[in-house]
T-cell receptor, first 113, second 111 residues
Framework: EPEVTQTPSHQVTQMGQEVILRCVPI?????FYWYRQILGQKVEFLVS????????KSEIFDDQFSVERPDGSNFTLKIRSTKLEDSAMYFC???????????FGEGSRLTVL | EDKVVQSPLSLVVHEGDTVTLNCSYE??????LLWYKQEKKAPTFLFML????IEKKSGRLSSILDKKELFSILNITATQTGDSAVYLC???????????FGAGTRLTVKP
């Protein structure tokens, strides 16, 4: 099965700006996830999303972050006011069911200046 | 707190060598352990293990889980330069819906 498609592949932004990262899944996927990986560090869980609602979120996923699926297809991660430490690769991932393999998109690299 | 520890952190071998990568974990209410290969960008799925003692195999790669001793190994035989990557181990539990990753083992295979 194909992985999800993420856009943009790379975004450079100024500190304090809002950023929206997009994930375009195959329509029969129900479970979506956002992970991030700061350069040279571990892959970290941010949030999981099921049936158009957040099902879990980590301590990293604070009020600056939000997720939604505005049109029933694209799945977005918004960072309201970016900080330097938000610079990372952001991966969207999907599962068909609640268990089973987690498949990652190619990632969006965010650079905050 | 759930913990995933991978060893070694990095490994340099020559083509044809066999390598064993380790992943130990402490997870409450363990559900599964997954191995991923990360080259330039996204982690790509290799194996998912849920039961002890059952080896999963894909070509030159194989993996096994020991739920009593809380670890898994990933073996790669007859390594090739294309095996060079960071290998990630991740575990998940029944309590929540996230997946906790280890720091990875960076494997370099020299020609």
């Amino acid at each position: 099965e194909p992985e999800v498609t993420q856009t943009p592949s790379h975004q450079v932004t100024q500190m304090g700006q809002e950023v929206i990262l997009r994930c375009v899944p195959i329509s029969n996927h129900l479970y979506f996830y956002w992970y991030r990986q700061i350069l040279g560090q571990k892959v970290e869980f941010l949030v999981s999303f099921y049936n158009n609602e957040i099902s879990e979120k980590s301590e990293i996923f604070d009020d600056q972050f939000s997720v939604e699926r505005p049109d029933g297809s694209n799945f977005t991660l918004k960072i309201r006011s970016t900080k330097l430490e938000d610079s990372a690769m952001y991966f969207c991932a999907r599962r068909t069911g609640n268990t089973g393999e987690l498949f990652f998109g190619e990632g969006s690299r965010l650079t905050v200046l | 707190e759930d913990k995933v520890v991978q060893s070694p952190l990095s490994l340099v071998v020559h083509e044809g060598d066999t390598v064993t990568l380790n992943c130990s974990y402490e997870v409450t209410n363990f559900r599964s352990l997954l191995w991923y290969k990360q080259e330039k960008k996204a982690p790509t799925f290799l194996f998912m293990l849920t039961s002890s003692g059952i080896e999963k195999k894909s070509g030159r790669l194989s993996s096994i889980l020991d739920k009593k001793e809380l670890f898994s190994i990933l073996n790669i035989t007859a390594t090739q330069t294309g095996d060079s990557a960071v290998y990630l181990c991740a575990v998940e539990n029944y309590n929540n819906n996230d997946m906790r990753f280890g720091a990875g083992t960076r494997l370099t295979v020299k020609p």
